[in-house]
């Protein structure tokens, strides 16, 4: 993109998607460019006018306030039938989700979670904080200083006590996106940690904030928006974070079984 392209997806992207819905002069002052520019742009990304590219962002703004009940395809008639629809659309989901990483941004995060010398935070809402905890749990088996911070206000409110420019701070928010996860996040990217977000493609608030984003498929055999693709998404984290850390995750990881069995009574 040009400097002026750039600076019309940084309006649409920072109050997305009311940006998009005004009128294109509207648009086109608040980027400071003219309202053609915004119409070749348009046109470079593959909308047919103003219109159709309003059209696109109507129907995104449907779908994110659609009730999960309504997304819903309908019931299977057998258990068969319900394996054959899971296993096709969970393999498509986690195929989105991994070709939709951009390589710059996972080695940028990798790089930060990788650094033994800074502490590392994460969180999320009320139902994707279950991904934080499966994330801070690899982490935390490689690496020292991985705190994980619950969803209920005390936790977020302690954790921001001791964030600074040399904290990373992983967060998950997803659809209905979650208030205190995005004040969490703001605070963070305000004291200069490094703020990674993991969201669905819609995009949390909050990705305006963050030095990094991942956007996960949500497509699920269930009745709302699943977690399949965002798992896959933390594994690619964990592993490749491993493997930057080498010897010294395979060091942390020999101990911890050794204390384990000790645990168990299998040591000597």
């Given at each position: 993109?040009?400097?002026?392209?750039?600076?019309?997806?940084?309006v649409v992207l920072g109050?997305?998607?009311?940006?998009?819905?005004?009128?294109?002069?509207?648009?086109?002052?608040?980027?400071?460019?003219?309202a053609?520019?915004?119409?070749?742009l348009?046109?470079?990304?593959?909308?047919?006018g103003?219109g159709?590219?309003?059209?696109?962002?109507?129907?995104?703004?449907?779908?994110?306030l659609?009730s999960?009940?309504?997304?819903?395809?309908?019931?299977?008639?057998?258990?068969e039938e319900?394996?054959?629809?899971?296993?096709?659309?969970?393999?498509?989901?986690?195929?989105?989700?991994?070709?939709e990483?951009?390589?710059?941004?996972?080695?940028?995060?990798?790089?930060?979670?990788?650094?033994?010398?800074?502490?590392?935070?994460?969180?999320?809402?009320?139902?994707?904080w279950?991904?934080?905890?499966h994330?801070?749990?690899?982490?935390q088996?490689v690496?020292?200083?991985v705190?994980v911070?619950g969803?209920?206000?005390?936790?977020?409110?302690r954790?921001?006590?001791?964030?600074?420019?040399?904290?990373?701070?992983v967060?998950?928010d997803?659809r209905?996106y979650?208030?205190?996860?995005?004040?969490?996040?703001?605070?963070?990217?305000?004291?200069?940690?490094?703020?990674?977000l993991?969201?669905?493609?819609?995009?949390?608030?909050?990705?305006?904030?963050?030095?990094?984003?991942?956007?996960?498929a949500?497509?699920?055999?269930?009745?709302h928006?699943?977690?399949?693709?965002?798992?896959?998404?933390?594994?690619?984290?964990?592993?490749?974070?491993?493997?930057?850390?080498?010897?010294?995750?395979?060091?942390?990881v020999?101990?911890?079984?050794a204390l384990?069995?000790?645990?168990?009574?299998?040591?000597?």
């Open positions: 993109m040009t400097e002026s392209e750039r600076r019309i997806a940084e109050s997305y998607p009311i940006a998009g819905l005004q009128p294109v002069t509207r648009l086109a002052d608040d980027a400071g460019v003219s053609p520019t915004v119409l070749r348009l046109t470079k990304l593959g909308f047919d103003y159709d590219f309003r059209d696109a962002l109507l129907g995104e703004v449907a779908s994110m659609a999960p009940v309504n997304r819903s395809g309908g019931s299977p008639s057998s258990l319900l394996i054959e629809q899971a296993a096709d659309v969970l393999t498509r989901t986690v195929t989105a989700s991994l070709r990483i951009d390589l710059a941004a996972l080695e940028r995060t990798v790089d930060a979670l990788a650094d033994v010398e800074r502490p590392v935070y994460v969180g999320g809402g009320r139902m994707s279950v991904l934080a905890s994330l801070a749990f690899h982490l088996l690496r020292r200083d705190h911070v969803p209920e206000s005390g936790a977020v409110l954790a921001q006590l001791d964030l600074d420019e040399h904290a990373v701070v967060l998950f997803y209905r979650q208030a205190s996860t995005v004040a969490f996040g703001r605070h963070a990217a305000s004291v200069g940690a490094e703020v990674v993991i969201t669905d493609r819609y995009l949390s608030p909050l990705a305006r904030h963050a030095n990094s984003v991942f956007t996960a949500v497509e699920s055999p269930l009745p928006d699943g977690t399949t693709g965002a798992f896959a998404l933390i594994e690619v984290l964990a592993a490749a974070t491993i493997g930057r850390l080498g010897p010294e995750a395979e060091s942390r020999a101990r911890f079984d384990e069995a000790l645990e168990d009574g299998r040591g000597g």
